[in-house]
């Protein structure tokens, strides 16, 4: 296991000739020419075909080989189609799942996209289905995950793939929900404790709301609703609302990425450099999927979702472009008195192995009720997804023949969801940032807590891309983002209120200082930033020690190992381990027994360990009094839980001994957990980290980067990436978890881009042609 200290990202090259690859042939109902599949050493496939819309056949046949069990699990799940495949356990799951669906007019949400859209999608739909036709017809072999459960793949439709709107659901509902049962207990004095907003904004609760009628049972079905699926025993096992309440209130475990760009004056290549690297809950199989198309009319490389056409991020042959979460609000909790107009859709869910069972869903004209209680209140979902062209990541349809940047600002002018940064870099050396995303207007209230139906706090439609911010070409010559607070300082954050609840800076600081320390930023700076693992948050936590004497034997020793740590959260520090067990695990419970009263406490979820280490920097009278009792007492208790955890001798503590990173499917398969777990490796880094590498309640890995990609941008041979555990689902295939190892000691693979450069690392040739 390589140090992740180490300022150093190794690249996997081929250095000697690779052996001619395997060829084999196939036949699809549906495609209009012959096509191949070119499935290179690391399982990339890239994709040459007649047409775009023979490309995206080909994308689907390719992505339904790989992954169909995770297409068909995805696209049942957004549907509200699990029991039907999976029996009753799942009923009360596929009800919520279709509170979220998009149940508008389908032809204005295909006028929101391209004008070829949804012939690609329909397109990428037929190439799944002519592979599940395939496994139907026994050509191809059934995944094992089908056989194990009873169930077959379904067919699709291109409509399916953008009705379902539940993985486009961003910020902040959980959050709300938070804050309004800190209230219920007399939290708002301690609220800067439970998490920082920015810019600086003063809570007002808005009028005529309780905020003691909002229990965690009112996020249920959106739990239910928003999950993935896990099996036990049969039965599905989603978040519970307490879960997601808590996660909603540490930003170190919120959704986050990194990407930055640099212009060719700052480049060692002098070419831009574009690089991405979106941090999810980590999968097996991964979240997202890397993948080539080449068509005479098309040309485009990248990361994207398994189950949609084309590509998130990545380039074309001109420019190219990357994504992190940029956190507009674009959520509201709407409470809904007794008596308040409700209009009931009755549907039919089919329950494998019994009769079919109707289920109510209720709707309100500010969006689908999601709890009613013993009061008849209904508590609804106000959010954006239900305007046409809020499908999750399928607004990057327009950035696939984008030449400038007046074509990526048409792509921002059009994005929906989920809210982003986009970065943006093109062969003639333009660079560029831009919000996107759609932002309600609110005529009441911040987004910050639940408010009541009526016309106070209703929404004014969305504000106007335009108003939006952006850069074009910056004078220092490069851009990045991490999910901070980037709003520009004379940005009217007020008036338009964007959202107020941003990752804590760390990622973003660590990234700033390298790239501002280097002249010329080269393809290595770039990977071995992306696997950073300095903490500029653990460094300021461990500054607030300074001049702090133990009580104890324990508090002594955790101050002498703590002292002059600089933050890097290597593989091998003791010191982060240390950290990790104190920052995570005991500075926070401290700091709530001894800073804020037991009655509030116990309604309170937190605090936020950034917002926590902010107040102490700045010696804040919410925590002053308690402030070295709080340090020292959580401390010492570390001390004695790392050495539980690792032993008695600190010189052999190592945070990759706590840190490991294992991979486990959801469906357990009898017999089959060896060839079908990834891991486990231990890893550096974490949640603060450039290499975020989240950790969980027991500090295993639960998150982080899983694509990481380096675009040299014009020479696009040279650009680097990584996927893991691997490209395919299929336990038996080589490209299950190769890449897996490679991820987790900070090295790459070539993306080739050129025809001969693919050939050359070519493993498989399948060749695929109309069936007659």
Known sequence: MLRHGLAIALVLT???????????????????APGEIVIDRWGISHIYAGSSRDAFFLQGYAVARDRLWQIDLWRKRG?????????????AQDRAARLFLYRGDMAAEWAAYPTEAKGWTAAFAAGINAYVGDVAAGRRPL?????????TPERWQADDIVRIRSNALASNLPSELARARSLCAGGLPYEPLRRKLEPPHAIVPPKGLDACVLTPEVLTDYALGTAGVRFDAGKVVAQTPAERLAAA????????????????????????????????????????????????????????????????????????????????????????????????????????????RQVTLQFTADGPVIHRDAAGRAFVLRATWDRPGASAYFNASWLFRAKSWADFKIAQAHWGAPPLNLLYADRSGDIGWAAAGFAPVRAGGDGLLPVPAGGAYRWDGLLDAGLLPSLHNPARGWLATANE???PADYPAEARKLGFEWADRSRI??????????????????????????????????????????????QQAALRLLAGWDGNESADSAAAALYEVWAGRHLGDAAMRLAVPAAVARGMDGPSIPALIALMERRDPLVEAQRAAILKTSLGAAWRATATRLGPDPARWRWDQLHKAVFTPALAIPGREAQRQVGPAGVGGSGSTPMATSPRADLTVAGGASVRMVLDVGNWDDSMVINTPGQSGDADSPHYGDLFPL??????????????????????????????
Do not use: C
């Open 14 to 32: 081929a250095t000697t000739t690779a052996a001619a690859p395997s060829r084999e042939a196939a036949r699809a109902a549906g495609l209009a």
């Open 79 to 91: 549907l509200g189609r699990l029991a039907a495949s999976f029996g009753p356990a799942f009923v």
């Open 143 to 151: 995944p094992e995950e089908f056989r194990a459960t009873g169930s």
């Open 249 to 356: 209130a540490d930003p170190e475990m919120r959704e986050g990425s990194n990407n930055w760009v640099i212009a060719p004056a700052r480049s060692a290549t002098g070419r831009a450099i574009l690089a991405n690297d979106p941090h999810r809950e980590h999968s097996v199989p991964s979240l997202r999927t890397l993948v080539h198309l080449e068509a005479p009319d098309l040309h485009i490389a990248g990361a994207g979702e398994p189950a949609l056409p084309g590509v998130s991020f990545g380039h074309n042959e001109d420019a190219a472009w990357a994504l992190t979460i940029f956190y507009i609000d674009q959520q509201d909790l709407v409470v809904a008195d007794a008596g308040s107009a409700i209009r009931d859709v009755v549907e039919t869910i089919a329950v494998k192995g019994e009769a079919p």
């Open 485 to 487: 607070m980037n709003l």
């Open 509 to 554: 600081d660590r990234i700033e200082a390298v790239i501002a320390a280097k002249p010329k930023f080269s393809l290595a700076d770039a990977m071995a930033l992306q696997t950073d693992t300095h903490s500029p948050l653990a460094a300021r936590a461990v500054a607030l020690l300074k001049g702090l004497n133990g009580e104890d034997a324990d």
């Open 743 to 772: 991820w987790a000691q900070g090295r790459y693979v070539p993306f080739r881009w050129t025809r001969a450069a693919v050939m050359r690392d070519a493993d498989l040739v399948l060749t695929v042609s109309p069936t007659p």
